[in-house]
């Protein structure tokens, strides 16, 4: 059974820093490109970045290019993002999903990270 | 990238039929077969429910279908059963790697 376990997330003061990180098992890791895609508070899905199977290649969102960065371990099954110069509106519940067909097949439950003062 | 379009919302009878639709440019949907569709229960994960316009993960029931035309994307469930009411999400592979999610679409089952 595929499992993704997010953790990581809190409460952050503006300009502050998180690491999240995206816990995976029940199946082969590295051999899948993974996601963060986040969730505000009642609204929908917003892709965040993705990373090739070998971590040799990173992508992301306009809104978050130069302030996140999303890292790998494979030896680990172990995927991470690094979130600096967070913004109020980075408020949301972070998600990590695997691949399928250029989409998202299996979400993790997510991590809650709220940015306020 | 904007967000693609969705009704804000649709229903149906159990048993009914209810389509979604998903607009989005010649540089999105209307440039690549990867649309995808997810359901969403209230404090749940996304579920995929169609990947690569038309396809459907193993478990998904033939009840969910989807098609494409130009910019356009739409997602039909048929049968309609209680536990089909949820958000609907599509998604779309807007190149370079990048993605686009739609507005969202609550299905309520009358």
């Known amino acids: 059974e595929v499992q993704l376990v997010e953790s990581g997330g809190g409460l952050v003061q503006p300009g502050g820093s998180l690491r999240l990180s995206c816990a995976a098992s029940?199946?082969?890791?590295?051999?899948?490109?993974m996601s963060w895609v986040r969730q505000a508070p009642g609204k929908g899905p917003e892709w965040v970045a993705s990373?090739?199977?070998?971590?040799?290649?990173?992508y992301y969102a306009d809104s978050v290019k130069g302030r996140f960065t999303i890292s790998r371990d494979n030896a680990r099954n172990s995927m991470y993002l690094q979130m600096n110069s967070l913004r109020v509106e980075d408020t949301a519940l972070y998600h990590c999903?695997?691949?399928?067909?250029?989409?998202?097949?299996?979400w993790g439950q997510g991590t809650l990270v709220t940015v306020s003062s | 990238q904007s967000a693609l379009t969705q009704p804000p919302s649709a229903s149906g009878s159990p048993g009914q039929s209810v389509t979604i639709s998903c607009t989005g440019t010649s540089s999105d949907i209307g440039a690549y077969d990867y649309v995808s569709w997810y359901q969403q229960h209230p404090g749940k994960a996304p579920k995929l429910m169609i990947y690569?316009?038309?396809k459907r993960p193993s478990g998904v029931p033939d009840r969910f279908s989807g098609s494409k035309s130009a910019n356009t994307a739409s997602l039909t469930v048929s049968g309609l059963q209680a536990e089909d009411e949820a958000d609907y999400y599509c998604?779309?592979?807007?190149?370079?790697?990048?993605?686009?999610f739609g507005t969202g679409t609550k299905v309520t089952v009358l």
């Open positions: 690569e316009v038309a």
């Open positions: 998604s779309s592979y807007s190149g370079t790697k990048h993605h686009v």
């Open positions: 990373i090739k199977e070998d971590g040799s290649e990173k």
């Open positions: 029940g199946f082969g890791f590295g051999g899948n490109w």
């Open positions: 999903a695997t691949h399928r067909g250029r989409g998202f097949g299996y």
